[in-house]
């Protein structure tokens, strides 16, 4: 079993930058894809980015490419999401997630472990 603990948000300027990271302890957190998903108040839970177990595929939503960068150091049991150029409607709760399999998905239900979030606000 996997837990994961979430750190790095805050309050930011649009425009600026966060770096969110995600530590992973248990047996099999080297060989799960993780994602990083948030949940804005009102909406649903949605995807933002995902990574296989050895961090060579990643995946984005369309709304986060070319500003968010998603790593992972195994050596660390840590997953990394770099955000820069923030916007207010970055603003959200961010979780990460990992999954008992090595490819990632875009898809909630597909993670089998979650942590407890942490906050992103972006003022304008």
């Known amino acids: 079993q996997v837990q994961l603990v979430e750190s790095g948000g805050g309050l930011v300027q649009a425009g600026g930058s966060l770096r969110l990271s995600c530590v992973a302890s248990?047996?099999?957190?080297?060989?799960?894809?993780m994602g990083w998903f948030r949940q804005a108040p009102g909406k649903e839970r949605e995807f933002v980015a995902a990574?296989?177990?050895?961090?060579?595929?990643?995946l984005y939503a369309d709304s986060v490419k070319g500003r968010f960068t998603i790593s992972r150091d195994n050596a660390k049991n840590t997953l990394y999401l770099q955000m820069n150029s923030l916007k207010p409607e970055d603003t959200a709760v961010y979780y990460c997630?990992?999954?008992?399999?090595?490819?990632?998905?875009?898809?909630?239900?597909?993670?089998?472990?979650w942590g407890q979030g942490t906050q992103v606000t972006v003022s304008s």
């Open positions: 997630a990992a999954r008992n399999l090595m490819t990632p998905t875009t898809t909630p239900g597909a993670y089998t472990t």
């Open positions: 248990g047996r099999t957190a080297s060989t799960s894809a």
């Open positions: 990574i296989n177990w050895i961090g060579s595929s990643t």
